[in-house]
């Protein structure tokens, strides 16, 4: 995937942050008119929440079979109301949740040294067991390669050390971008 156009990327997140509000008020995603062009290719992507700085969900797809747009659209109601490990967003919720974008590339296999903390993404995975971080988790927790390592074989649900023992590293990059963060006032009363 090319990089997004910073219009590409605008329009991206309006169009999550509908899909949030539409799938928490009426359990529906949005239909909208999509400019061609790359908000049509194939890619995967994940949309994260935070909530006062704290994650409040986040879902997406390695790979995707549908256009960019319709995957971030899934992902944002995904996010919002599907992540285990959260309640369901509630509509009370919606002012004062952030979103954010990660438009992925194409996964490829790397060596445990290759990994470059706050550029790549990891996928570890041994039979079924799969676990998944962006590059950004690795730069937020302040981790080394070996930590990132760790911790996404523990995502999988893998022993720590699993990468040394025939655990699969793949990587991908991302495109990260964010909705501006709004002040508690602005948040109460939008303009």
């Known amino acids: 995937m090319l990089p997004l156009s910073e219009a590409d990327q605008q329009f991206l997140l ?5 899909a949030l509000e539409e799938s928490v008020r009426h ?4 239909h909208v008119e999509v400019p061609s062009g790359p908000l049509h290719e194939k890619c995967g992507a994940f949309v994260t929440l935070h909530k006062a700085g704290r994650l409040r969900g986040c879902i997406g797809y390695i790979e995707s079979l549908k256009p960019l747009y319709q995957t971030v659209c899934e992902c944002a109601l995904a996010a919002a109301l599907h992540d285990p490990r959260f309640d369901p967003v509630a509509p009370e919720e919606l002012p004062s949740l952030h979103l954010e974008i990660s438009v992925l590339s194409p996964l ?4 445990p040294e290759q990994v470059e903390v706050g550029r790549h993404g990891l996928l570890v995975s041994r039979g079924p ?3 998944v971080l962006l590059p950004q988790v690795a730069v937020e927790w302040k981790w080394d390669g070996r930590q990132f390592l760790e911790e996404t074989c523990l995502k999988a ?3 720590p050390d699993a990468w040394r023992h ?3 590293i793949q990587a991908f990059t991302a495109q990260v971008f964010a909705e501006p963060r709004r002040s508690a ?3 109460r009363h939008p303009a």
Request: no cysteine; net charge positive; hydrophobic share 25%.
């Open 129 to 131: 067991q799969r676990g």
């Open 108 to 111: 490829e296999d790397l060596s």
């Open 157 to 159: 649900g893998l022993p």
């Open 27 to 30: 359990y529906k995603l949005p």
């Open 166 to 168: 025939g655990a699969r």
């Open 14 to 18: 309006r169009l999550s942050r509908q």
């Open 185 to 187: 006032r602005s948040a």
